[in-house]
């Protein structure tokens, strides 16, 4: 029989500190991002590989990430459906806040001591959740996988989606029908396709597929994916944007972001919570993403002396808006309907696709952005003259990011149509059935201590 611990009151406390550790992996974007420009400067990064250093990060943490506990942990320690949402908002809140605490510790570090300072913050945000986890967190040995590591599967989706990256990163380089780029791509199908098959095959996947192909996971880990294609490549050219075009301090360009994680905190816990038990996902899903999808257009009109609050302010507003109130079904319905063995691998494909999506986002969208920048100059440059004139420059890196901006907008379309075609789940004001119909009622509760 499983454990079937009543709920402690304290599990609002563990929740903190789940969210602590969520609120560091959204920090980790942000703030090296912010640092980015000074750190390319200092190590003469080329504009083509400047990707490289949100992308390295970004991949080895999202091929590793198939068996964390933060998502299914609440959804065990939360089986009352309000209490969910409620619970699925805060940790929405405070994970969305890391964004705004990136932006704004990646300028202060760097404008004041020095962009590798950027790179220490993880320490005390770790050290925090670790204690909170080990005060407040305790899994009954029933909860426990205790099935060895896929390393194969490991191995071939990490391998697979590195070429992947690379192939975009090589294409801005050696272009796009190069033998080079389209070996990569031929590698990273070959690699990935061999991991869906161990993953079919293998006693203990690393990946079960029945999580990823069931309609609504499928669909909410897709759109999710594709709309973090956009958000993350929004996110470096805006700070390239804002601190080499318009001249912004990183300090500056970091607040300028604020507006955005806001509007993220509002949509997540204004809207999406409060509509979860009222609206099917896909109605809160697909008009986030458009939503998004329109701030991403507005964005896209920047130029050399654009206004921040005519153009970049409403654009960021509605950015956060729409993605806020998008993230909380995506989050929610990651674990919804899944059997007690995968709730940890479900709730991890949520961060994965996030991560994986930020990677391939950021490699694709920089490589065009500059593709775009270089066909600009070529079509453009008069004489040697208009390559060392810094107006000229300018306006040739902007049009750039205008390029890829746009190209980000259709991609959050993209995510819409998806959410709403593929999402068909009622919606969640019931108790959560897992598995063979059992109710999540019945999984083991993670005991918290007094």
């Known amino acids: 029989m499983p454990e079937t611990l009543q709920p402690d009151p304290k599990r609002w406390t563990a929740l903190i500190f789940i969210a602590i550790a969520q609120l560091m992996v959204v920090l980790d974007a942000t703030i090296v991002n912010i640092a980015l420009p000074s750190a390319q400067a200092d190590l003469g990064i080329s504009d083509g590989n400047r990707q490289w250093v949100v992308t390295a990060y ?3 943490f999202g091929g590793l990430l198939l068996a964390p506990a933060a998502l299914s942990l609440l959804a065990v320690m939360f089986t009352d459906a309000k209490e969910r949402a409620k619970a699925f908002g805060i940790y929405g809140a405070i994970a969305g806040a890391g964004a705004g605490v990136g932006f704004i510790l990646g300028g202060v570090l760097t404008e004041y001591l020095n962009w590798r300072w950027a790179l220490f913050v993880n320490i005390f945000f770790a050290v925090a959740a670790v204690l909170g986890a080990m005060a407040f967190i305790h899994e009954p040995a029933t909860g426990r996988n205790r099935n060895r590591l896929d390393v194969p599967g490991v191995i071939l989706a990490s391998t697979g989606l590195v070429a992947l990256v690379y192939g975009f990163s090589r294409a801005e380089s050696n272009g796009w029908a190069s033998g080079g780029t389209i070996g990569l791509f031929i590698a990273a199908v070959v690699l990935l396709a061999a991991f869906v ?14 999580v990823i192909t069931e309609r609504n996971r499928g669909g909410v880990f897709l759109s999710l994916g594709l709309a973090i294609i956009g958000m993350f490549g929004l996110f470096l050219f805006l700070t390239y944007y804002l601190q080499l075009v318009l001249g912004y301090s990183a300090l500056k360009s970091g607040l300028a972001f604020l507006p955005m994680v806001a509007a993220m905190v509002v949509g997540s816990t204004q809207i999406g919570t409060r509509l979860m038990l009222r609206v099917r996902p896909r109605l809160l899903m697909a008009p986030g993403f458009l939503v998004a999808a329109v701030g991403m257009g507005i964005l896209a009109q920047i130029k050399v002396d654009s206004s921040y609050a005519t153009v970049l302010l409403p654009g960021l507003v509605l ?15 990651a674990t919804h309907g899944v059997r007690p ?4 691998v ?8 996030q991560q994986v999506g930020g990677s391939i986002g950021t490699a694709l969208l920089n490589t065009l952005a500059a593709s775009a920048t270089t066909t600009w100059i070529a079509s453009h440059a008069k004489g040697a003259a208009d390559l060392k004139n810094q107006l000229f420059i300018n306006e040739a890196a902007v049009h750039g990011y205008s390029v890829a901006i746009y190209w980000a907008t259709a991609i959050l379309v993209l995510a819409a149509v998806l959410a709403y075609v593929l999402i068909n789940a009622g919606v969640q004001n019931t108790a959560e059935k897992v598995g063979d119909g059992e109710s999540i009622d019945d999984l083991p509760i993670p005991v918290i201590a007094h």
């Open 319 to 333: 950015m956060g808006l729409g993605m806020g109130t998008a993230f909380m079904p995506a989050m929610s319905m």
């Open 341 to 344: 063995e995968d709730a940890g």
């Open 346 to 353: 479900a709730s991890a494909m949520v961060n994965t696709s």
């Open 197 to 210: 098959i161990v993953e079919a095959r293998v006693k203990a996947p690393l990946l079960p597929l029945r």
């Open 58 to 60: 970004t991949l080895a």
